[in-house]
């Protein structure tokens, strides 16, 4: 199984700055004859299910406001909130889907500091 | 727009088998672009997914080794909706249980039922 590993487990950022947050597989998640990685991050609300905000580790889904950005490849990636708001406040996860089972990293709990 | 309509008991008693439908509108269960799947969310084991059933020509099942030997998920066309059961559950099974549609990651969740596993 591959092991997603998020740091840190929780943050807390002023309203408008910026915040990040790192995950780590252990092992690669980058398939060469795609050139694609296989990469997710959700954010969850209390009492609500995950919610995706970026796929293949940099695409936004639609809706989702361009203050979220997803970068990396391989092992190693970050999910940026370039300026925090209220309504940002919830536990994020990085998530692999490049092979079954799938797997979650424990989750980022961000506040507002 | 998709929707996952999540139903099923909220209490199971120790031994016995936890059933969930999750009932899809906006979609086709048969549909040869998703997959349907269960994940289930406790303090103990963050988010679990548990299997998954798709169709590809024909049906396929694929299930976490965790669980493996206890669980089904099943399609159902007649309804256009899946299931899970989970069998012979023990208090460690106590969890939100969520089905949600993967196209390569997990786009439409249903609401999420809180399961509890007690005599």
């Known amino acids: 199984d591959i092991v997603m590993t998020q740091s840190p487990d929780s943050l807390a950022v002023s309203l408008g700055e910026r915040a990040t947050i790192s995950c780590k597989s252990s092992?690669?998640?980058?398939?060469?004859?795609?050139?694609?990685?296989?990469l997710a991050w959700y954010h969850q609300k209390p009492g609500q299910p995950p919610k995706v905000l970026i796929y293949?580790?940099?695409t936004r889904e639609s809706g989702v406001p361009d203050r979220f950005s997803g970068s990396g490849s391989g092992t190693d990636f970050t999910l940026t909130i370039s300026s925090l708001q209220a309504e940002d406040v919830a536990v994020y996860y990085c998530q692999q889907y490049y092979s079954i089972p799938y797997t979650f990293g424990q989750g980022t709990k961000l506040e507002i500091k | 727009q998709v929707q996952l309509q999540q139903s099923g008991p909220g209490l199971v008693k120790p031994s016995q088998t936890l059933s969930l439908t999750c009932a899809i509108s906006?979609?086709?269960?048969?549909?040869?672009?998703?997959?349907w799947n269960w994940i289930r969310q406790s303090p103990s084991r963050g988010l679990e997914w548990l299997g998954r059933?798709?169709?590809?020509?024909?049906?396929?099942?694929e299930y976490a080794v965790s669980v493996k030997s206890r669980i089904t998920i099943n399609p159902d066309t007649s309804k256009n909706q899946f299931s899970l059961q989970l069998k012979s559950v023990t208090p460690e099974d106590t969890a939100v249980y969520y089905c949600?549609?993967?196209?390569?990651?997990?786009?439409?969740w249903g609401q999420g039922t809180l399961v509890t596993v007690s005599s």
């Open positions: 949600a549609r993967e196209i390569y990651h997990f786009d439409y």
């Open positions: 059933t798709y169709y590809r020509s024909k049906w396929y099942n």
């Open positions: 906006g979609d086709s269960v048969s549909a040869n672009t998703a997959t």
């Open positions: 092992q690669s998640v980058l398939s060469t004859s795609s050139n694609k990685n296989f």
């Open positions: 293949w580790a940099s």
